[in-house]
């Protein structure tokens, strides 16, 4: 009967489709109020900022939802964004310079980075900061720095407990998630946005707290601050061939439109950048352009919630649409670019809207509120590299389900558009910025579709452990073709059974010590030994791997045997790899037309 193993491993685990534990019903409960919370600091946030737009342009002490554009402060309201852009720039230098821009770059750098730990004075200012820059004129969204609290909120609550990096990931995207719900009441959504942009992967262990924690902030949205949708539209009668074929060319605009737009973001930042003064300062000068363009046209100033609402019900026509474009698109890029704190999803609904608007007037069918659906499905799913998330954003924001179709197409003709046209969308060229590479095109990793069984060398270099250590080395040094082209040597006992691996290094150090006469080579060679079988992935192989920090296994035949069956080195892990980039690179016309291929290991996945 074969021995135990020497290192007494119970084998591999069972294969199957999902890796996910128990452990995610732990974090399921977790969400629960984490998505409380999320739902509780968007209310407060979004009182906040009118109660400080209010003050700051009406003269009033006031919660309630009114437009900067009923002020009648004159040339005065100017002032009133410079003011709060300068608070805005004092609170980035003396607390905390993670509250400038949107957010989510922010959020992004802590997943990839930061081990998905966030300060908490960066929970408390981000908002803070946010509302007064908002609430003073400030032409963004409220949707960048709730992800960002949110986020921070989840992170800070797993903090409490003993989590792994990658669980604290899922608690922080699920606390984003649940602020993004609860502002705008689109839960769906903002598990989309959490998938596509957040979490870097798709697993039930991230996906189901997430989901958890922004069904959850929608619940408690509703006494909060009422139910969905907060831009109702009346339905559109079921679209026509001609109709998807218009939202195809608003979709390919809204792409060219998004990819200029992040441009001009970026080329306003390099402006500031230029400047001989202090970047706590840059914000101040960005709030003069805003109270300029809100002098000129005030529906730049604020969230502009109900010019969004406007756009959809296809109130905005002509050349209010034009003018509207080009204000809000140069203020919020200066606005942006200088540094101040805002949201990017509120001006890029208002801006595709006009966009979409403006395209549909060349559709002799549809109507204006459609092609603004349209619009600004295709400019947030382009310029955030998030299509389903655009989608689904306006379907929840509207409850149009007949658009559906319109909406899909848009703003899958906008992404296509702006991955042709740019690297980076405009949330990760900051992070470009900082010398920070993200990659956003997942896919199922080729070590988890791989066997070790389709790698393996099944002619390992075996020797007797009773071979001494002299005439193993001399046969190395010799060129012996079943020994030298390995790193490592598998030593196997009477019963030609695993008894140890002697490595290169192993060898040397026997050499050097003078013990190669006198030893054997089991004398010097590892006994207590990671093994792995042919059936288990590679993934899990490579794992052995990574906690023992060797660089090769013997394949045994299964759990409990001592049977020698192949060596999988670093080498055979690469030819997995290398399999796929041929997939991916070589084009050739298939093994029925070519009569070719079919036999060539090197064109399909194991």
């Given at each position: 009967?074969?021995?135990?193993?020497?290192?007494?491993?119970?084998?591999?685990?069972?294969?199957?489709?999902?890796?996910?534990?128990r452990?995610?019903?732990?974090l399921s409960?977790?969400?629960?109020?984490?998505?409380?919370?999320?739902?509780?600091?968007a209310?407060?946030?979004?009182?906040?900022?009118?109660?400080?737009?209010?003050?700051?342009y009406?003269?009033?002490?006031?919660s309630?939802?009114?437009?900067?554009?009923?002020?009648?402060?004159?040339?005065?309201?100017?002032?009133?964004?410079?003011?709060?852009?300068?608070?805005?720039?004092?609170m980035?230098?003396?607390?905390?310079?993670?509250?400038?821009?949107?957010?989510?770059?922010?959020?992004l750098?802590?997943?990839?980075l930061g081990?998905s730990?966030?300060?908490?004075?960066?929970a408390?200012?981000k908002?803070?900061?946010?509302?007064?820059?908002?609430g003073t004129?400030?032409?963004?969204?409220?949707e960048g720095?709730?992800i960002?609290?949110?986020?921070a909120f989840?992170s800070?609550?797993?903090?409490?407990?003993?989590?792994?990096?990658s669980?604290?990931?899922?608690?922080?995207?699920?606390?984003?998630a649940?602020?993004?719900?609860?502002?705008?009441?689109?839960p769906v959504a903002?598990?989309?946005?959490s998938v596509?942009?957040?979490?870097?992967?798709?697993k039930?262990?991230s996906?189901?707290?997430v989901?958890v924690?922004a069904?959850?902030?929608?619940?408690v949205?509703?006494?909060?601050?009422?139910?969905?949708?907060?831009?109702?539209?009346?339905?559109?009668?079921?679209?026509?061939a001609?109709?998807?074929?218009?939202?195809?060319?608003?979709?390919v605009?809204?792409g060219l439109c998004?990819?200029?737009?992040?441009g001009l973001?970026?080329?306003?930042?390099?402006?500031?950048?230029?400047?001989?003064?202090?970047w706590?300062?840059?914000?101040a000068?960005?709030?003069l352009?805003?109270?300029?363009?809100?002098v000129?046209?005030?529906?730049?100033?604020?969230?502009?919630?109900d010019?969004?609402h406007?756009?959809?019900?296809?109130?905005l026509?002509?050349?209010?649409l034009?003018?509207?474009?080009?204000?809000?698109?140069i203020?919020?890029?200066v606005?942006l670019?200088?540094?101040?704190s805002?949201?990017?999803l509120a001006?890029?609904l208002?801006?595709?809207?006009a966009?979409g608007a403006l395209c549909?007037?060349?559709?002799?069918a549809g109507?204006?509120?459609?092609?603004?659906?349209?619009?600004?499905a295709?400019?947030?799913?382009?310029?955030?590299?998030?299509?389903?998330?655009?989608?689904?954003?306006?379907?929840?924001?509207?409850?149009?389900?007949?658009?559906?179709?319109?909406?899909l197409?848009?703003s899958?003709?906008?992404?296509?558009v702006?991955?042709l046209?740019?690297?980076r969308?405009?949330?990760?060229?900051?992070l470009?910025?900082?010398?920070?590479h993200?990659?956003?095109?997942?896919?199922v990793?080729?070590?988890?579709?791989?066997?070790?069984a389709d790698?393996?060398?099944r002619?390992?270099?075996?020797?007797?452990?009773?071979?001494?250590?002299?005439?193993?080395?001399?046969?190395?040094?010799g060129?012996?073709?079943?020994?030298?082209?390995?790193?490592?040597?598998?030593l196997?006992?009477?019963?030609g059974?695993l008894?140890?691996i002697?490595?290169?290094?192993?060898?040397?150090?026997?050499?050097r010590?003078?013990?190669?006469?006198?030893r054997?080579a089991?004398d010097?060679a590892a006994?207590?030994?990671?093994?792995?079988?042919?059936?288990?992935t590679?993934?899990?192989?490579?794992a052995r791997m990574s906690?023992?920090?060797?660089?090769r296994l013997?394949?045994?035949?299964?759990?409990?045997s001592?049977?020698?069956?192949?060596y999988?080195?670093?080498?055979?892990?690469?030819?997995?790899?290398?399999?796929?980039?041929?997939?991916?690179?070589?084009q050739?016309?298939?093994?029925?037309?070519e009569?070719?291929?079919?036999s060539?290991?090197?064109l399909?996945l194991?």
């Amino acid at each position: 009967m074969e021995k135990a193993l020497p290192n007494g491993h119970a084998g591999p685990p069972s294969l199957g489709d999902f890796s996910t534990n128990r452990r995610v019903l732990f974090l399921s409960l977790m969400a629960v109020p984490i998505g409380a919370i999320g739902a509780v600091v968007a209310k407060l946030l979004l009182w906040l900022i009118a109660v400080i737009s209010n003050g700051a342009y009406l003269g009033l002490w006031s919660s309630q939802v009114l437009s900067p554009r009923m002020s009648h402060l004159g040339l005065w309201a100017i002032v009133v964004p410079v003011a709060g852009s300068m608070v805005v720039g004092l609170m980035a230098r003396y607390g905390s310079e993670k509250i400038r821009g949107h957010g989510i770059p922010e959020a992004l750098e802590a997943i990839l980075l930061g081990r998905s730990l966030i300060d908490p004075k960066v929970a408390i200012l981000k908002p803070v900061s946010s509302a007064i820059s908002i609430g003073t004129g400030g032409p963004f969204g409220a949707e960048g720095p709730i992800i960002m609290t949110g986020g921070a909120f989840g992170s800070i609550f797993a903090q409490f407990f003993h989590l792994t990096a990658s669980e604290r990931k899922a608690l922080l995207t699920a606390g984003a998630a649940a602020g993004m719900s609860a502002v705008f009441a689109t839960p769906v959504a903002a598990i989309f946005l959490s998938v596509e942009l957040l979490l870097f992967e798709w697993k039930p262990r991230s996906l189901v707290p997430v989901s958890v924690a922004a069904v959850v902030a929608s619940l408690v949205r509703v006494p909060l601050l009422g139910a969905g949708p907060i831009f109702p539209v009346p339905a559109h009668s079921s679209l026509s061939a001609w109709l998807l074929l218009g939202a195809l060319g608003v979709g390919v605009v809204a792409g060219l439109c998004s990819g200029a737009l992040t441009g001009l973001v970026y080329f306003c930042e390099d402006m500031f950048a230029k400047l001989p003064i202090h970047w706590m300062w840059w914000p101040a000068l960005g709030g003069l352009v805003v109270g300029v363009g809100g002098v000129l046209d005030p529906r730049v100033l604020g969230v502009g919630y109900d010019t969004i609402h406007g756009l959809l019900r296809g109130d905005l026509i002509g050349m209010s649409l034009v003018t509207l474009f080009l204000a809000k698109s140069i203020v919020w890029s200066v606005a942006l670019g200088s540094g101040t704190s805002g949201g990017v999803l509120a001006p890029l609904l208002m801006i595709g809207g006009a966009a979409g608007a403006l395209c549909g007037m060349a559709v002799p069918a549809g109507d204006p509120g459609l092609w603004a659906m349209v619009g600004m499905a295709g400019m947030m799913g382009g310029t955030m590299r998030s299509p389903f998330t655009g989608m689904m954003f306006l379907l929840e924001l509207t409850h149009d389900l007949s658009a559906l179709p319109a909406l899909l197409i848009g703003s899958i003709a906008a992404y296509c558009v702006t991955v042709l046209l740019l690297r980076r969308s405009i949330l990760t060229e900051k992070l470009a910025r900082r010398g920070q590479h993200v990659a956003r095109e997942y896919a199922v990793d080729v070590f988890e579709l791989s066997r070790v069984a389709d790698v393996m060398d099944r002619n390992p270099p075996v020797a007797p452990a009773t071979e001494p250590v002299a005439a193993l080395s001399g046969r190395i040094a010799g060129g012996d073709p079943a020994l030298a082209r390995r790193q490592a040597t598998i030593l196997l006992d009477a019963d030609g059974l695993l008894a140890g691996i002697l490595t290169r290094g192993d060898l040397m150090r026997a050499l050097r010590e003078r013990a190669a006469d006198s030893r054997t080579a089991l004398d010097v060679a590892a006994t207590d030994v990671e093994v792995t079988y042919p059936d288990e992935t590679l993934q899990s192989a490579f794992a052995r791997m990574s906690r023992r920090g060797v660089g090769r296994l013997p394949v045994v035949e299964g759990p409990g045997s001592r049977k020698v069956v192949g060596y999988l080195g670093r080498a055979d892990l690469l030819a997995a790899r290398t399999r796929l980039i041929a997939e991916e690179e070589r084009q050739e016309k298939g093994p029925l037309l070519e009569g070719a291929g079919a036999s060539d290991p090197t064109l399909r996945l194991p």
